[in-house]
Antibody, heavy 117, light 107 residues
Framework: EEQLLESGGGLVQPGGSLRLSCEAS????????MNWVRQAPGKGLQWVAA????????HYADSVKGRFTISRDNPKNTLYLQMKSLSAEDTAVYYC??????????WGQGTLVTVSS | ENVLTQSPATLSLSPGEGATLSCRAS??????LAWYQQRRGQAPRLLIY???IRATGVPARFSGSGSGTDFTLTISSLEPDDFAVYYC?????????FGQGTRLEIK
């Protein structure tokens, strides 16, 4: 069974940093583009970042560009999101997601990031 | 960025009725549009991609149509599990964007 398991969320102070991880299983991780999508409490979905299978071509939402870095370790079947200069507006559940061409077909259950003093 | 506008924001219907949800893009995406369902407390689930192709396991009562800037998700006969929030997402250009969602609630 294909699965994505996020970890690394928690409470962080404004201006702080956090690294999220997403462990994939049940499919050939190195063959797929991967994404991070977030959802602030009570709000809609917001795409955050995507990374191609090789790990060399990232894309970012304007709201996180320069502050967040998406990366992957294919031998470890793991996707990462390094977040810095966090603010209250970054408070959200962060979902890891697996893409196929022109769609996101598998989502993890999410990890909650709370930015607060 | 390509802004997606969904309407209505909330749709109140009864089980057995049909539902029509709209998604309009500020720039053409040809047919690179997907629809997702999110039930309360759950992760999103892919329903439709390439505007009209049902994802694996999605019931036939869900259908998508449209191209360019105007898209529609139709649910032919609502079942209790269909009451959820629905999002469209454009896949035509970076950054990827979602609509703000349509909440389908029981009348």
């Amino acid at each position: 069974e294909e699965q994505l398991l996020e970890s690394g969320g928690g409470l962080v102070q404004p201006g702080g940093s956090l690294r999220l991880s997403c462990e994939a299983s049940g499919f050939i991780f190195s063959s797929y583009e991967m994404n991070w999508v977030r959802q602030a409490p009570g709000k809609g979905l917001q795409w955050v970042a995507a990374l191609d299978p090789s790990g060399h071509v990232p894309h970012y939402a304007d709201s996180v560009k320069g502050r967040f870095t998406i990366s992957r370790d294919n031998p470890k079947n793991t996707l990462y999101l390094q977040m810095k200069s966090l603010s209250a507006e970054d408070t959200a559940v962060y979902y890891c997601a697996k893409d196929r061409p022109r769609r996101t077909e598998l989502w993890g259950q999410g990890t909650l990031v709370t930015v607060s003093s | 960025e390509n802004v997606l506008t969904q309407s209505p924001a909330t749709l109140s219907l009864s089980p057995g009725e049909g539902a029509t949800l709209s998604c309009r893009a500020s720039q053409s995406v040809t047919t690179s549009l997907a629809w997702y369902q999110q039930r309360r407390g759950q992760a999103p689930r892919l329903l439709i991609y390439d505007a009209s192709i049902r994802a694996t396991g999605v019931p036939a009562r869900f259908s998508g149509s449209g191209s360019g800037t105007d898209f529609t998700l139709t649910i032919s006969s609502l079942e209790p599990d269909d009451f959820a929030v629905y999002y469209c997402q454009q896949r035509g250009s970076w950054p990827l964007t979602f609509g703000q969602g349509t909440r389908l609630e029981i009348k």
